[in-house]
């Protein structure tokens, strides 16, 4: 039987009952499986428990499958903010209203925020994350709230309504500073300090997405000269474009790196992770359907680093056909590019790519661990293989279904598995070195 959160006496919540439901976990080759989950869930600040949504209800569980905690009932979908202390903060829309909980494992959850938006909308653009000891929510029409998550005091931020849907919010936790537009190809990057500050360090038009250094000191954006055009802002245009970079700090300074040859500037930009180099992709726009532009002859796509020190690009070459650049590696400064014929690393000093993984596996970005070793998922998403360094990659689950949204922490890795519906099953599965999970039977 999961434990749950203790009911205070004469408590009349309606997430609260006598008959908490049970979690659907069951054993799968390779992982254990909770089945019914909806498509997010998120480690707790400790990274030795998960929580999730499943059987309308918020969840805590240790990524071996143990010790299931039930610590909300919920009346609708919600939206998981993030972990805070030993609990997790999440939101909860109905028609009119948005509403913030503080969930944690012993105790049932506690209101932190309540903001009341467009009548009779229930899903309603909002953006919201966790800074130190408070909630910054930002709801589509209204002021940025910071709320004291100990003691609901309530603060208004800024000079008047930030928008989520065209906003392009990019947050630093290190500096306390929120990037955001109020239109997300015409205007120019505004910061908003956690004591209410605006400053806009430039006019110019830039385009998504705004990009926080690893330190969470500068930030970049791909920026467009006054007066050059661009295509209409729909479709695949809509992040499409620029001529150089921008790059600021949390103070509002600003600097321009411009390349040494007229560039498109269509994807990125990224920090390296030690944030010293940034780099972009240099293409053709995409044509939407009935565009009037004047056609231009295709540019193919080639990969470029700036050192951010001195301003200087380095051409790293053509991209190979069907290929895309997803940004840094995680442990290394170098690049990884999927194509057909598998990820490889690109180093920011021009040598030959190396190599990443196998040429089935060109899924999503592998994720690194600790010890250098890689998780990755094949080209069909449907099988999670390890790859220790100078080792054959290692099966670790194969699924009949896709699966996505890959993370790991400590000795365990945790994903989704998708099948037809809004639910899925969210797989926990153990690395070398951690206990094997115990057997489950199905609905246990």
């Known amino acids: 039987m999961p434990s749950e959160a203790a009911r205070p006496p004469g408590s009349t919540d309606a997430r609260v009952n006598d008959a908490p439901p049970a979690l659907n976990i069951s054993s799968v080759p390779g992982a254990l499986a909770i089945a019914g989950v909806r498509h997010s869930y998120l480690w ?100 940025p709230q910071l709320i004291d998550l100990a003691s609901g005091e309530v603060r208004a931020l800024g000079e008047g309504p930030i928008p989520v849907r065209d906003g392009d919010l990019a947050f630093s936790a290190q500096e306390g500073v929120l990037a955001y537009k109020l239109a997300n190809r015409g205007d120019a990057v505004r910061l908003l300090r956690m004591d209410g500050t605006v400053l806009q360090p430039g006019s110019e038009a830039q385009l998504a997405p705004v990009a926080w250094s690893p330190s969470g000191g500068r930030w970049a954006v791909r920026a467009v000269e006054p007066g050059r055009g661009l295509p209409a802002p729909v479709g695949a245009n809509l992040e499409e474009g620029g001529t150089h970079l921008a790059v600021g700090d949390a103070s509002g300074r600003l600097e321009e790196f411009r390349p040494p040859e007229p560039l498109v500037l269509v994807a990125g930009p990224w920090w390296s992770p030690d944030g010293t180099w940034l780099a972009v992709v240099s293409g053709t726009l995409t044509s939407e359907p009935g565009d009037t532009a004047p056609e231009a002859p295709a540019a193919p796509a080639r990969l470029w680093v700036v050192d951010v020190e001195d301003g200087r690009w380095r051409d790293l070459g053509p991209l190979p056909e069907g290929a895309i650049a997803t940004g840094f590696h995680p442990a290394t400064s170098s690049l990884v590019v999927h194509d057909p014929a598998g990820a490889a690393l690109w180093p920011v000093d021009g040598g030959e790519p190396q190599p990443l993984t196998p040429p089935w596996a060109v899924g999503e970005n592998p994720a690194a661990l600790e010890d250098g070793s890689l998780l990755f998922l094949s080209a069909d998403a449907r099988a999670l293989y390890l790859q220790r360094p100078g080792a054959a990659p290692r099966l670790l689950v194969d699924s009949p279904e896709p699966m996505g949204a890959l993370t790991a922490a400590g000795n365990h890795a945790a994903l989704l598995r998708y099948g037809d519906g809004a639910a899925a099953d969210l797989l926990l599965v153990p690395l070398p070195g951690a206990e094997p999970p115990a057997p489950v039977t199905p609905g246990q």
């Open 44 to 143: 707790h600040a400790s990274g030795n428990r998960i929580a999730l949504i499943a059987e309308s209800a918020l969840w805590s569980i240790r990524p071996d499958g143990s010790d299931p905690v039930l610590m909300a009932h919920l009346a609708c979908d919600p939206l998981l903010v993030g972990p805070y202390a030993d609990g997790i903060v999440y939101l909860e829309q109905h028609p009119g209203v948005t509403t913030a909980y503080l969930a944690r494992p012993t105790i049932p959850p506690r209101q932190v925020a309540r903001m009341e938006h467009g009548a009779g909308v229930a899903a309603y653009p909002v953006w919201a994350t966790i800074w130190h000891d408070n909630l910054l929510l930002v709801v589509e029409g209204h002021r």
